[in-house]
């Protein structure tokens, strides 16, 4: 963990850097040709995911499932090739798995829905076309809304579910980085489509309350997801 934080906190170093290189660069209007260095727009965001929970036990398998992000998004362009967001979204993690323990197969979901903030930062490329790609990083934070837990019998097909809230954390964090594509429509509008993947740092798991699934062993798990955004501007300045 300490050797993630160094590593994040020199990126982001390394990003800022750059950052204030481009704003002093931004100020002179031949490299600016003549656009505004401050620019705010607010947008709508949605994104397809692919989610699981990472953990080390080996007494079951894990499969890969479809999750979902939507929300809204600022961006603040405080260069011609910087630009810094924020970001609040509604953000669904599901993760599938089964016990090798039973001769009998249990498919079982968990489907853990948060409130997510992410603070991320865009460095575009210098390209003059309509079409720039760039990259992003940052980081997320979120709340734990509510989690479902299922489990069905593959045999009979009987299913059981139940509120597993109370085994979770409310908190978690990590990083998400990732490119995309920033595709300017209009001389007055842009839409961003951009794949990243998050990878959580906290456990999300409750010690003190262990989960059913797991056969009172300690499930220390971390959520993962690989994201596909479109982001759609509704409002600019």
Do not use: W
Not at 101 to 112: A, E, K, V
């Amino acid at each position: 963990m300490k050797k993630i934080s160094i590593l994040i906190f020199a990126v982001f170093s390394c990003l800022l850097c750059s950052a204030q290189n481009e704003i002093e660069v931004g100020g002179r209007s031949k490299k600016n040709n003549g656009l505004s260095a401050n620019k705010l727009v607010l947008a709508l965001e949605g994104a397809g995911s692919i989610t699981t929970f990472s953990d080390k036990n080996e007494f079951f398998n894990k499969e890969n499932t479809v999750g979902f992000k939507f929300g809204v998004t600022g961006l603040y362009r405080i260069a011609p090739r910087v630009e810094m967001g924020l970001g609040i979204n509604l953000a669904q993690y599901r993760h599938s798995f089964y016990s090798n323990l039973s001769q009998t197969r249990f498919d079982q979901i968990d489907q853990n829905n948060y409130i997510n903030v992410k603070p991320y930062i865009h460095i575009v490329s210098k390209s003059t076309n309509s079409i720039k790609p760039f990259v992003s990083i940052g980081l997320f934070g979120g709340y734990l809304v509510k989690s479902k837990y299922k489990s069905t019998n593959s045999v009979t097909l009987e299913s059981t579910s139940y509120d597993a809230t109370e085994f979770y954390n409310r908190i978690n964090a990590g990083v998400e980085g990732g490119v995309g594509l920033k595709i300017n429509l209009t001389s007055n509008k842009t839409v961003y489509i951009k794949a990243t993947y998050e990878l959580g740092l906290t456990t999300i798991t409750r010690k003190e309350d262990l989960l059913p699934q797991a056969n009172n062993n300690f499930l220390p798990l971390k959520t993962n997801a690989l994201n596909l955004y479109l982001i759609y501007p509704i409002f600019s300045l």
